[in-house]
């Protein structure tokens, strides 16, 4: 019997201290989650910043291109009237006054070819932006979600009170007058089978909530690009992208065959995303060339171009993988 009272107590301060090692446990668990959770919505906030201004951006672009497809239509109708004026000359330099009509209406047609393209290009990104926008935005709400979440938890488990320690009870003797009889002789008794533990896992098991899941910190490639894209997003925030700029088009060309142009986002800052191969690529931008090394498993990714042209002689070049940005 007295056996039985040990365990009794042992097992109510096994599960004292085991719900307060779990409370612990569990807050820093939570804790840990709740901050990596802020930094997620943090980067997703400097992403929606970015896309608000690249969607500003190509916004002026297609306003920018639609006026400079008018004016290729208009260019081109002035070279057809003036083809169709030289060829009903009869002059001496006829002959050559039309091959330089041909010729200005060749152009105006190129031209007018390449504005529509410009244009067509344009409007797609704006939609493909809106897109990813509304994504970006969808996944800001999850993040503010779980955050509120974690921190309610955080604090049930700040509020829970612990399990007082319980008090002993001393069992007092009982004296009887019954007649002596003989003490029997001593029977070897089976070891009890240790019940107290299998409880003890029980009620533990019972009183511990569900594992919180472990956030994988950032990389310090991950941390690079979030940094790139925080500067990028505090040098444009509400900068104006139709005023002044060091370039009126700058582009980025990929292994001299893929062709981008990078975004002005306002202050001398211009973005861009290419798709490189695997292995070594070659990106210029004006007069300069750029060398990136492609990891195998990182082909055909879309990278970031960041273009800084404070300094219009020594502007900065930045790259990185796309994907350095998901959370």
Same mark, same amino acid.
């Given at each position: 019997?007295?056996?039985?009272?040990?365990?009794?107590?042992?097992?109510?301060?096994?599960?004292?201290?085991?719900?307060?090692?779990?409370?612990?446990?569990?807050?820093? !668990?939570?804790?840990?989650?709740? $901050?990596?959770?802020?930094?997620?919505?943090? $980067?997703?906030?400097?992403?929606?910043?970015?896309?608000?201004?690249?969607? #500003?951006?190509?916004?002026?672009? !297609?306003?920018?291109?639609?006026?400079?497809?008018?004016?290729?239509?208009?260019?081109?109708?002035?070279?057809?009237?003036?083809?169709?004026?030289?060829?009903? #000359?009869?002059?001496? !330099?006829?002959?050559?006054?039309?091959?330089?009509?041909?010729?200005? +209406?060749?152009?105006?047609? $190129?031209?007018?070819? #390449?504005?529509?393209?410009?244009?067509? #290009?344009?409007?797609?990104?704006?939609?493909?932006?809106?897109?990813?926008?509304?994504?970006?935005?969808?996944?800001?709400?999850?993040?503010?979600?779980?955050?509120?979440?974690?921190?309610?938890?955080?604090?049930?488990?700040?509020?829970?009170?612990?399990?007082?320690?319980?008090?002993?009870?001393?069992?007092?003797?009982?004296?009887?007058?019954?007649?002596?009889?003989?003490?029997?002789?001593?029977?070897?008794?089976?070891?009890?089978?240790?019940?107290?533990?299998?409880?003890?896992?029980? +009620?533990?098991?019972?009183?511990?909530?569900?594992?919180?899941?472990?956030?994988?910190?950032?990389?310090?490639?991950?941390?690079?690009?979030?940094?790139?894209?925080?500067?990028?997003?505090?040098?444009?925030? @509400?900068?104006?992208?139709? @005023?002044?700029?060091?370039?009126?088009?700058?582009?980025?060309?990929?292994?001299?065959?893929?062709?981008? !142009?990078?975004?002005?986002?306002?202050? $001398?800052?211009?973005? @861009?995303?290419?798709?490189?191969?695997? @292995?070594?690529?070659?990106?210029?931008?004006?007069?300069?060339?750029?060398?990136?090394?492609?990891?195998?498993?990182?082909?055909?990714?879309?990278?970031?171009?960041?273009?800084?042209?404070?300094?219009?002689?020594?502007?900065?070049?930045?790259?990185?993988?796309?994907?350095?940005?998901?959370?």
């Amino acid at each position: 019997m007295l056996f039985y009272r040990t365990a009794s107590f042992c097992l109510a301060l096994a599960v004292c201290f085991t719900s307060q090692w779990v409370s612990a446990n569990t807050k820093a !668990e939570l804790t840990a989650a709740l $901050n990596n959770t802020q930094a997620k919505l943090e $980067n997703k906030e400097t992403s929606i910043a970015t896309l608000e201004s690249r969607l #500003s951006s190509y916004a002026n672009r !297609e306003t920018d291109a639609q006026e400079k497809l008018e004016k290729a239509k208009a260019e081109l109708t002035a070279a057809q009237q003036e083809l169709t004026q030289a060829r009903a #000359s009869t002059g001496d !330099e006829a002959v050559v006054q039309q091959e330089l009509a041909q010729k200005k +209406v060749e152009l105006a047609l $190129n031209g007018l070819e #390449s504005r529509k393209k410009r244009l067509e #290009s344009t409007s797609e990104k704006l939609t493909s932006l809106n897109t990813e926008l509304k994504a970006a935005q969808a996944d800001r709400q999850t993040l503010k979600i779980k955050s509120a979440t974690l921190e309610t938890q955080i604090a049930a488990v700040r509020n829970t009170p612990s399990a007082p320690a319980p008090k002993a009870t001393p069992t007092k003797p009982v004296y009887t007058t019954a007649p002596v009889t003989p003490t029997p002789a001593p029977i070897a008794l089976k070891e009890p089978e240790p019940a107290v533990n299998t409880v003890a896992a029980t +009620v533990q098991a019972a009183v511990e909530p569900a594992p919180v899941k472990a956030d994988t910190p950032p990389t310090a490639q991950e941390r690079y690009a979030r940094d790139e894209m925080k500067a990028l997003a505090a040098k444009t925030k @509400g900068a104006d992208t139709s @005023g002044y700029r060091q370039f009126s088009e700058l582009y980025v060309e990929a292994n001299n065959r893929d062709k981008e !142009e990078l975004e002005f986002l306002g202050n $001398n800052q211009y973005y @861009g995303e290419v798709k490189l191969t695997a @292995g070594s690529n070659k990106l210029e931008i004006r007069n300069r060339t750029f060398k990136v090394n492609v990891p195998d498993d990182q082909e055909g990714d879309i990278f970031v171009v960041i273009y800084d042209a404070e300094n219009r002689q020594k502007a900065r070049f930045v790259i990185f993988n796309k994907n350095l940005l998901k959370y």
